[in-house]
């Protein structure tokens, strides 16, 4: 358990360092230092805390349940799942309308992925980990709608290929997830059998 709150201070650390640090001409530390020495210190301690993340969740399985998640919290996991990633792919394509909709359509991604991922699972590892991201997705809209960051402007080109892109690749993502991905980089079929 150690390595996951370890892992999750430092990744939501320097997250929330962004979210909230302040934008001031002079005072930016992004604008101080440059945007690639930002971006690449910002991806480090990132990657360090997702890293470290990754490797405490698994050797946290041991701690046991918090609950019993209802049977019907897998269904209910899976069909909130396909939208996840395609609002996950649509906010790094062109804005289309879904992304012009949403407005922040990665911070809804994480919402409905953690979300999802805590009424599937009841064990302390899953909830400390979910429930985080699910913590920092809502802390993170309240500091974006604060600073005045309203996603794209309301007078920008809607292109129908953001949201074609965000479709067939968020729904193939999704089906590779089912079918294979998540067994293979989880260990922990999304169907059992599959």
Do not use: C
């Amino acid at each position: 358990m150690p390595y996951l709150i370890a892992g999750l201070v430092v990744f939501f650390g320097v997250h929330l360092f962004s979210a909230f640090r302040s934008r001031k001409s002079g005072e930016d530390l992004k604008q101080r230092i440059g945007y690639g020495p930002y971006m690449g210190l910002y991806s480090l301690i990132s990657l360090i805390g997702l890293v470290l993340i990754i490797y405490g969740y698994d050797a946290a399985r041991w701690m046991g349940s918090l609950y019993f998640a209802p049977s019907w919290g897998s269904h209910v996991n899976m069909a909130l799942m396909l939208p996840a990633l395609i609002f996950l792919v649509a906010a790094n394509l062109p804005t289309g309308r879904i992304k012009k909709a949403l407005k922040h359509p990665m911070l809804v991604a994480v919402k409905l992925w953690a979300l999802g991922h805590l009424l599937a699972n009841g064990e302390w590892n899953s909830i400390i980990l979910f429930g985080s991201f699910l913590a920092y997705a809502v802390i993170d809209r309240i500091a974006v709608k604060k600073r005045g960051d309203n996603g794209p402007p309301a007078d920008v080109a809607v292109s129908n290929l953001g949201d074609i892109g965000a479709l067939v690749v968020g729904t193939g993502v999704y089906v590779a997830f089912v079918f294979h991905l998540h067994r293979w980089l989880i260990g922990v079929p999304v169907v059992p059998g599959v």
